[in-house]
């Protein structure tokens, strides 16, 4: 039976924000637990696959009991080769600028020599996890159940850019940024809250979540690259 169009399912947003509320608590009290465990008993590379399966698997538990409406949160293919193409646009325009801007960031903080290409530790395999462990289920999480949830809650929209966004696109960079930072309480995870607006941009513009998964672990990756070049990692 095929999946009915996000359009006709009825969404009551009684009870929604208690809801979001609720599985952003448990999310934030497994992980944190989580990576809290990891530091008593390494974890190794299964801490994480346990975080990102908490990312999809709270989204699964509601919605399955709320009539399976997957395709209206972005959790569908779309159109991949177009998606692709938006991926490769947001590269240019996010990656060049950082290659001259990080550098100057880090230099009040750090001393820092010339760039020279280095792989970080456990590249090009670890690559690969940031696509599958890390964005996935990110995104599955964040820019797919939040921020379609919340746009459930908050109907008010306003076009920027050609993506229709609400007070969802906002709150779920601040939960995205909240999230990081309450794992470990270093301020500088705070910073996501910026990329977690071009993610949200991409989910709305694209209507799924192919173009901020690819993006999140686009931006990952080039960040990984970028910090070992530098002696980061």
Do not use: C
Request: proline share 6%; charged share 15%; aromatic share 16%.
């Amino acid at each position: 039976m095929s999946e009915p169009s996000p359009d006709t399912v009825s969404v009551k947003t009684r009870g929604l924000p208690v809801e979001v509320s609720v599985v952003f608590a448990i999310q934030m009290v497994v992980v944190t637990g989580l990576v809290q465990l990891d530091r008593v008993v390494s974890l190794g590379g299964a801490l994480n696959a346990l975080v990102g399966g908490v990312f999809i698997f709270l989204p699964v538990l509601v919605l399955d009991r709320r009539g399976k409406p997957y395709r209206r949160y972005g959790l569908a293919i779309g159109k991949p080769l177009i998606d692709l193409l938006w991926v490769s646009v947001f590269s240019a325009v996010f990656f060049v600028p950082l290659i001259f801007a990080a550098p100057l960031f880090w230099s009040h903080f750090w001393n820092i020599g010339e760039w020279s290409f280095a792989w970080p530790d456990g590249y090009p395999v670890a690559a690969l996890a940031h696509l599958v462990v890390v964005a996935l289920p990110e995104e599955y999480f964040y820019r797919g159940y939040i921020m379609g949830r919340l746009d459930d809650i908050f109907r008010g929209r306003v076009s920027v850019a050609g993506a229709k966004l609400g007070w969802g696109f906002i709150i779920q960079a601040v939960l995205f940024a909240v999230g990081h930072f309450l794992v470990d309480f270093n301020p500088l995870r705070l910073a996501v809250f910026f990329p977690a607006l071009a993610f949200g941009w991409l989910r709305a513009k694209r209507g799924t979540i192919v173009a901020p998964v690819l993006f999140h672990a686009a931006s990952n990756v080039f960040m990984g690259i970028l910090t070992a070049g530098y002696g980061f990692n």
